[in-house]
């Protein structure tokens, strides 16, 4: 496999060095007897349901351990994008980090599986798969890269967005310019369908469609709501053309230096998070919807998913190309979406 940029310790840019700086300066701040609280990095605003699941895993580690143990967040994406920040997280700047899976597509192909379009038949589908065996060898496939894959948590599915016209069809994207996360599986599904892609953070999607840099994006109602997208973008079409969990993982610099029973402490709030966060994810996807809905938010149906998922389909045999890809693909085929 080629050498990740970010496995390979190349490419740290001076603004990351700096940022990691400061990350190390508020560390110590924080000021533990035994050393300090774990750092956490995370794009959304605190109230939001993936900042919320860190926090809850956080108080299971201080009334655990007395408060030896402990996570503080940094939300709203404070300390930079998730690629940045993956990559300070890598080198240990950082000791853990909420991020979606689409930011480590380029370093890890395992990671691709989730994000595959029409992949998964419904949220259920993917809580089965990856609460089951996939979802450990997907985690686990991180730590070769520096990273320790601690859990996963919802995302619900995303849909496209955009200033100019509802997308019935595959036909009706034709042309349109549409952000995607820095991932060239995204960037292939979105050129997949006829229109142009444009990888950039989230922090600036809001301002690149004022400024009519991009005509759209695609993502879930609680993202779409809470970066203020569909007050600029107000066609919301159904496509739910991706399921991709967001995934929870810690510096392997850091997971190394701790000790077995501490390592085991963490992924056992972790993994104990999840449920609180499906819960309130469940909430956040009905409160967007209700609210964007009275907002005025022109949505619809698409006609003919089979379309769109014809459409994107050879972005699978451009991505899925290892043995232990297409084995984990067809896993995850053959399982039911409900007990
Ligand atoms: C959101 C996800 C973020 C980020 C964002 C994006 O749904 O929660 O972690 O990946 O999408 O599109 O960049």
């Known amino acids: 496999m080629k050498p990740s940029r970010m496995s390979d310790g190349g490419g740290i840019s001076r603004r990351n060095v700096l940022i990691a700086g400061a990350a190390a300066g508020a560390l110590s701040a924080c000021g533990r007897a035994d050393g300090r609280?774990?750092?956490?990095?995370?794009?959304?605003?605190?109230?939001?349901?993936?900042?919320?699941?860190?926090?809850?895993?956080?108080?299971?580690?201080?009334?655990?351990?007395?408060?030896?143990?402990?996570?503080?967040?940094?939300?709203?994406?404070?300390?930079?994008?998730?690629?940045?920040?993956l990559e300070i997280t890598v080198f240990g700047g950082l000791d853990m980090n909420r991020v979606n899976l689409a930011p480590l597509n380029s370093i890890e192909p395992m990671t691709t599986i989730p994000a595959l379009p029409f992949l998964f038949r419904s949220n259920n589908h993917?809580?089965?798969?990856?609460?089951?065996?996939?979802?450990?060898?997907?985690?686990?496939?991180?730590?070769?890269?520096?990273?320790?894959?601690?859990?996963?948590?919802?995302?619900?599915?995303?849909?496209?967005?955009?200033?100019?016209?509802?997308?019935?069809?595959?036909?009706?994207?034709?042309?349109?310019?549409?952000?995607?996360?820095?991932?060239?599986?995204?960037?292939?599904?979105?050129?997949?369908?006829?229109?142009?892609?444009?990888?950039?953070?989230?922090?600036?999607?809001?301002?690149?469609?004022?400024?009519?840099?991009?005509?759209?994006?695609?993502?879930?109602?609680?993202?779409?709501?809470?970066?203020?997208?569909?007050?600029?973008?107000?066609?919301?079409?159904?496509?739910?053309?991706?399921?991709?969990?967001?995934?929870?993982?810690?510096?392997?610099?850091?997971?190394?230096?701790?000790?077995?029973e501490d390592q085991a402490e963490v992924r056992k709030a972790a993994r104990e998070s999840v449920p609180f966060m499906r819960t309130l994810w469940d909430r956040r996807v009905d409160a967007a919807r209700s609210k964007l809905l009275a907002a005025g938010v022109k949505v619809n149906e698409i006609t003919d998913p089979a379309a769109f998922a014809a459409a994107m389909r050879p972005v699978w045999d451009r991505y899925i190309v290892t043995d232990d890809q297409r084995r984990i693909v067809q896993q995850i085929e053959d399982m039911a979406e409900a007990e």
């Open 37 to 85: 609280a774990f750092l956490s990095s995370d794009t959304h605003p605190a109230d939001y349901p993936t900042v919320q699941a860190v926090d809850e895993m956080a108080r299971l580690l201080r009334e655990r351990t007395n408060g030896r143990l402990d996570v503080k967040t940094y939300a709203g994406g404070q300390l930079g994008s998730e690629r940045d920040t």
């Open 126 to 260: 993917m809580r089965r798969a990856l609460d089951s065996a996939v979802g450990d060898e997907i985690l686990e496939s991180l730590t070769r890269h520096g990273l320790i894959g601690l859990c996963f948590y919802d995302s619900g599915d995303r849909n496209f967005y955009n200033t100019k016209r509802p997308i019935y069809t595959p036909a009706d994207m034709k042309g349109l310019k549409i952000r995607v996360p820095n991932s060239d599986l995204y960037i292939a599904m979105v050129k997949a369908l006829g229109a142009d892609a444009t990888p950039m953070s989230i922090s600036e999607v809001y301002q690149s469609l004022v400024q009519g840099v991009i005509d759209g994006a695609e993502n879930n109602w609680p993202s779409y709501e809470s970066g203020r997208h569909f007050e600029v973008a107000t066609y919301y079409s159904l496509t739910q053309h991706v399921i991709a969990p967001e995934v929870l993982v810690m510096s392997r610099r850091r997971w190394d230096k701790l000790t077995p």
